[in-house]
């Protein structure tokens, strides 16, 4: 059984920065895309970055320039870098592995699936 749980999250400032982390038991973590996913109040849920088992990441637009995911397939442990936070980033984020090895990063993000922690919060404020 796939366990996926999060950590960090919480309350940034605009212009801020916030460290999410992710630990990942139950598969063979270095053969699965990675991915982190928001959603806001009244919102869908959005892919904001994936990163594929061969380390190549995907960002929705909104994030690129601000947001850096990383894995560490060692620790089973993937990160999400938020710098420059912005109250738009104001949601609950989720992070999940693929249920499926050797997807890329981009299709994970756009089709979602798999296994997926309980989320953590981020809140921006101004």
């Known amino acids: 059984q796939v366990q996926v749980v999060e950590s960090g999250g919480g309350l940034g400032q605009v212009g801020g920065s916030l460290r999410l982390s992710c630990t990942v038991s139950?598969?063979?973590?270095?053969?699965?895309?990675m991915g982190w996913f928001r959603q806001a109040p009244g919102k869908e849920r959005e892919g904001v970055s994936c990163?594929?088992?061969?380390?190549?990441?995907y960002y929705v637009d909104s994030v690129k320039g601000r947001f850096t995911v990383s894995r560490d397939n060692a620790k089973n442990t993937l990160f999400l870098q938020m710098n420059n936070l912005q109250p738009e980033d104001t949601a609950m984020y989720y992070c999940?592995?693929?249920?499926?090895?050797?997807?890329?990063?981009?299709?994970?993000?756009?089709?979602?699936?798999?296994?997926w922690g309980q989320g953590t919060q981020v809140t921006v404020s101004s």
């Open positions: 990163i594929s088992w061969a380390d190549i990441p």
């Open positions: 139950g598969l063979t973590f270095d053969r699965y895309a």
């Open positions: 999940a592995a693929d249920g499926q090895p050797y997807y890329s990063a981009e299709y994970y993000c756009v089709n979602q699936g798999g296994s």
